[in-house]
């Protein structure tokens, strides 16, 4: 549709504040925003909508509207219910950009105007789509008689006969019909999410197909105000954020219509993420302004003023102050300058998840700023009493990864890697200055080894294993070599299982009679072979020294 149609509408409420030659601009999409730089969001062609939250004084509009006209949007529409009239400051920017411009009257919801330009977009594109953006306000409600996504999907099953599912890109499902039958297994939603991941990673136009279980799943991506892989600067900035629409169906042999009528579903889903991701504004601004203070050595009461406030926020009607853990992550891709902190920041808030748990909302709970290329979680835990107290709960690195690793891998393709360190709970202000600093380098041991996915725990800074991964790979092939290639050369040539001896022996603190029934072999045979391991070698593994050098090659081999 054109500019100009939306001044023929008089229930939009929009008047012209400027750009009047340029209405006849094509829309493409609508985008609802009130964030500083939405350009992630934005692929061109959109109606941006915005209530002016992000406007703190007259120098923020210049940069604001530079931003949308860089990213090719037909014209900003701007609300008077939060300052009255629209500044003028931003109708020069506009002016100066030859951005059109709009003012909504205060009466008019930006949901009715979405709406609108959906609908005359869409409506010709097929019949059984106006069934679908007729309810649109439905998935926008908020209250009892909304439902978010589950709404458009309960229309797809009910009118279109059609089952489908909104995954997020770790494979954790968001949201289902309720009236099509069961909702995928979470190993079916693992495979589906890491298929699209693959996909779009190798530039293929969507919907991807996939069969899975004899079953043809297809694939589309959901992506922010109808962006789209061509207009996307590079996908690397938003594959491991979208979301995907799993439909149960061949889209092989779909008519236009049909294809259309998805892609329509799509944007009306983009812009209930659009709405979720905003509000995420506030906790993402407690967990920015508490790394902060941490960063530039804050005292410990100004910070514990600060965590106070995130409390309420981040865990509602929790009587006892919790304790915290810091989790650090960063996203690299080989050979590109792209600023990995804000794609760490939206995995790790995916991430942080429980991978049991469905819906959009758990996300709710954690608080990740991001600086340069990492992002920082303030994850709380509940204060365990004293009379309750018992092992430590929390977060574990080694689980934290478990069940997206092989999803995320498929994303990350050979370019890309994540790497994560957790830190241990702490029970006070005074802690998380310390806490940051274990989890930074918790993800440094990480990112010393080998996989597009790792992570390490506050564990393993007080072990051995915080050394291993910082040795030179030819000084640890050297090392490894002198003392292993001698026993394995052996076992090749004689199957003599020497090396698999040495283990056992070292697992067992050097106790002969342990490891004889463990291996089940007599003491006098463990005897010879161990007198052969030293003779090959030269070492005697009655010595200490010895063990650790044993010890070692073996851990790093």
């Known amino acids: 549709m054109r500019l100009r149609a939306l001044l023929d509408t008089d229930a939009l409420g929009l008047r012209l504040l400027g750009g009047e030659d340029e209405l006849d ?13 939405p350009s992630r969001y934005l692929s061109g062609g959109e109606l941006v909508l915005t209530g002016l939250a992000w406007r703190r004084d007259g120098a923020d509009s210049e940069p604001f509207v530079r931003i949308l006209v860089q990213a090719g949007v037909a014209a900003l529409a701007a609300g008077e219910a939060e300052l009255g009239d629209v500044p003028d400051d931003l109708m020069l920017a506009c002016a100066k950009h030859r951005l ?35 309810r649109h306000r439905r998935m926008m409600t908020s209250g009892p008689a909304g439902g978010g996504p589950d709404v458009v ?24 019909s309720k009236v099509t039958g069961p909702e995928l297994p979470p190993e079916a939603c693992a495979r ?35 962006r789209s ?14 979301w995907l629409l799993a439909v149960d169906a061949d889209a092989g042999d779909w008519p236009e219509e049909r294809l259309d009528l998805l892609q329509g579903v799509t944007q009306l889903i983009a812009v209930e993420r659009d709405r979720r991701d905003a509000a995420r504004t506030v906790r993402r601004r407690l967990a920015q302004e508490v790394l902060e203070l941490v960063q530039t050595g804050a005292a410990p009461a100004e910070i514990a003023a600060r965590l106070r406030v995130a409390a309420p926020v981040l865990l509602p009607g929790l009587g006892a102050a919790p304790h915290w853990q810091v989790v650090v992550a960063r996203v690299e891709w080989d050979g590109s300058e792209i600023e990995g902190g804000p794609v760490a920041q939206s995995l790790l808030e995916e991430v942080l998840v429980d991978p049991t748990a469905t819906g959009p909302e758990p996300s709710d709970r954690i608080a990740v700023a991001h600086t340069g290329d990492e992002a920082i979680a303030l994850v709380p835990l509940p204060a365990v ?27 990350l393709n050979d370019d890309g890697r994540l790497t994560l360190g957790v830190s241990a709970a702490v029970h006070s202000a005074e802690g998380l200055r310390g806490a940051l600093e274990e989890a930074r380098h918790a993800r440094r041991v990480a990112a010393a080894r080998p996989g597009r996915v790792c992570a390490a725990g506050h564990q393993e800074l007080a072990s051995h294993v915080l050394l291993l991964p910082f040795v030179p790979d030819d000084v640890r092939r050297a090392f490894t070599a002198r003392l292993l290639d001698p ?18 022996f070292l697992d067992c603190d050097g106790s002969w009679t342990r490891c004889a029934t463990r291996l089940h072999l007599h003491v006098n045979t463990l005897r010879y072979r161990v007198g052969r391991i030293e003779q090959l070698t030269g070492r005697d593994l009655s010595r200490l020294e ?12």
């Open 25 to 37: 601009r094509s829309v493409r999409g609508v985008m609802t925003t009130d964030l500083r730089d």
């Open 100 to 134: 059109p411009l709009f003012a909504v009257h205060e009466s008019v919801a930006f949901a009715t105007i979405t709406e609108h330009v959906v609908r005359q977009v869409s409506s010709e594109r097929a019949g059984d789509l106006a069934a679908v953006v007729d």
């Open 153 to 176: 999907l309960d229309l797809l099953g009910t009118d279109l006969d059609l089952r489908a599912w909104v995954l997020s890109p770790t494979g954790r499902l968001i949201a289902g």
């Open 192 to 226: 589906l999410a890491a298929e699209h991941l693959a996909a779009t990673r190798t530039g293929r136009r969507g919907p991807h197909r996939v069969l899975l279980g004899g079953t043809t799943y297809s694939l589309f991506p959901i992506r922010s105000s109808g």
């Open 229 to 242: 892989p061509q207009a996307a600067r590079d996908v690397r900035q938003s594959v491991l954020s979208d």
């Open 385 to 411: 009493s004293s009379e309750h107290d018992g092992p430590e709960t929390g977060l574990l690195a080694d689980s934290l990864l478990q069940s997206v690793r092989e999803t995320l891998s498929a994303g």
């Open 487 to 504: 026993l394995t050369d052996y076992d090749r040539r004689h199957r003599a299982e020497l090396i698999p001896t040495l283990e056992a």
């Open 546 to 557: 010895d063990k650790l050098d044993f010890f070692l090659a073996l851990r790093m081999s």
